[in-house]
C-alpha cells in the first residue's frame, strides 16, 4: 500500500508563491511519474503539471512560465513551485502518482489534497 501526503497548501494574495509537496511513502518498486491536479467549486478536475521519473514535464497552458514540477526520485516526493498565483488558481491541489509494484503491475494513488486560496 501507498500514501501521498501533501503539504503546502495555504491563503496567499496575488502575485505571491507558494510550494506545495507530496511525499510519497509504503511499498514502492518504481515511481513512473507524479504529478498535481487542481479541482475549483463547480468545476472538474484538471491536470496542471506532471513529471516522470526520467525527467520529462508537461504543464496545462495557464500555468506555463508560472509553476514548475519536480520530482527527487531519492525522497520519492515531487514538487510544485507556483509563482505569480492568481485568484483562478484557487483550487483544491491533489497529488497523483504512477507506480510500479514488485510484480510489474501498476498503480494510481491520489493524495487526499491541499486547498489553495488566492485572493485578489
Known amino acids: 500500500q501507498v500514501q501521498l501526503v501533501e503539504s503546502g497548501g495555504g491563503l496567499v494574495q496575488a502575485g505571491g508563491s507558494l510550494r506545495l509537496s507530496c511525499a510519497a511513502s509504503?511499498?514502492?518498486?518504481?515511481?513512473?511519474?507524479m504529478a498535481w491536479y487542481r479541482q475549483a467549486p463547480g468545476k472538474q478536475r484538471e491536470l496542471v503539471a506532471a513529471?516522470?521519473?526520467?525527467?520529462?514535464?508537461n504543464y496545462a497552458d495557464s500555468v506555463k512560465g508560472r509553476f514548475t514540477i519536480s520530482i527527487d526520485n531519492a525522497k520519492n516526493t515531487v514538487y510544485l513551485q507556483m509563482n505569480s498565483l492568481k485568484p483562478e488558481d484557487t483550487a483544491v491541489y491533489y497529488c497523483?502518482?504512477?507506480?510500479?509494484?514488485?510484480?510489474?503491475?501498476?498503480?494510481?494513488?491520489w493524495g487526499q489534497g491541499t486547498q489553495v486560496t488566492v485572493s485578489s
Open positions: 509504503g511499498t514502492i518498486s518504481r515511481m513512473n511519474a
Open positions: 497523483y502518482a504512477h507506480i510500479i509494484s514488485s510484480r510489474g503491475a501498476a498503480y494510481d494513488y
Open positions: 513529471a516522470t521519473s526520467g525527467g520529462s514535464t
